[in-house]
């Protein structure tokens, strides 16, 4: 095993804290594994999952105090006994779900995602979960060239990527955003409705009277009834989330139950539609090297499309790693487009 003995900084979310809560550590770097690497972090960044996670909202996540972080991007400075030493010096991304805010960071080698030369971090990280995510979203709804879709949060950096990755297939968006970010979606080509419309559903369905062939909800809640019924004949609802609810007092797991009830009955009464709730992680206990083939594939595919330019990386800000609960806050306030980067 090859080590590094520098001292390191990584951010400790504590517990139900406000995102001036968050908590600085400094100390040794970790010790990687038999079958783990070090990397050296060049990029991370602020996802909705570490917003839900410092309310205590977030489906599986550990208990506090732990390092919040869903992905990052970093040099290999250190192997375990069974990583191969040829990865050191090598960039990679990788999808952590936790631990990625902090100087070095211990991944399973099996999770590294190889980058292309000639992009930066920061642009990578933009598109590291949140494009391997759209770009699964999108062949798990079987959206035909020249299809229509809607899209909840289409400034965001989930949203961003859907619209961006539909464009290349000649999809229509319709999106919802808060009217500040209305100008430069319209400009991209994107039907946009104001997130905050009286009836955001109704507004939708204005815009496609004969139903779209998928849905893209990371809301959740009682709204979801209404996504479903946007779809035409052959259509799917693809849910990823319940922001709805990421305020709501008691057990964060009940409303994803909730969820998982509604989809299921959904799909039990024939139709012609679908409804699909999107995990990141679905397959990896049961057959990790599946899992793993297919993270590799859309990764590949986006950081291709990333490095060739037809992929745009959105960056709403860069924040140095010590001003985590500033890049926070900025995330929490709905005012941005695109992704929050925290650097080293």
Known sequence: MTTTTDTVLRIVLPGLVEPNGLE???????????????????????SFAEQQMRRGKYFDQPPFPFVPGYDVVGTVVAVGSDASPDLIGR????????????????VDAADLLAVPAGVSADEIETVVVNGITAWQMLAEARVPDGGTIVVFGVSGGVGGMLAQLAALR??????????????????????????????????????APNGVDAVFDHIGGDGIVASWRLLRRGGSLISYGTAATKDDPGNARLPVLKLFGRLYLWNMVPNGRRARFYNFWKGKKLNAKRFHS??????????????DGRLTPAIAARFPLAEAGRALALAESRTT????????
Do not use: Y
């Not at 960039?91 to 211990?106: L, Y």
């Not at 487009?337 to 080293?344: D, E």
């Open 170 to 207: 000649d999809i229509t968006v319709i999106g919802t955003a808060s009217a500040r970010h209305h100008d430069d979606l319209t400009a991209h080509g994107i039907r946009v409705v104001d997130s905050r419309a009286g009836d955001v559903h109704r507004e939708l369905a204005a815009l």
């Open 294 to 307: 297919k993270q590799r594939d859309a990764a590949a595919a986006v950081f291709s499309a990333l490095a």
């Open 337 to 344: 487009s695109g992704k929050i980067v925290l650097t080293p």
């Open 24 to 46: 600085l550590d400094r100390g040794r770097p970790p010790t990687p594994g038999s079958d783990q690497v070090l990397l050296r972090m060049e990029a991370t960044g602020v």
């Open 91 to 106: 960039r990679f991304a990788a999808v952590t779900k936790t631990g990625g805010w902090a100087q070095v960071v211990a």
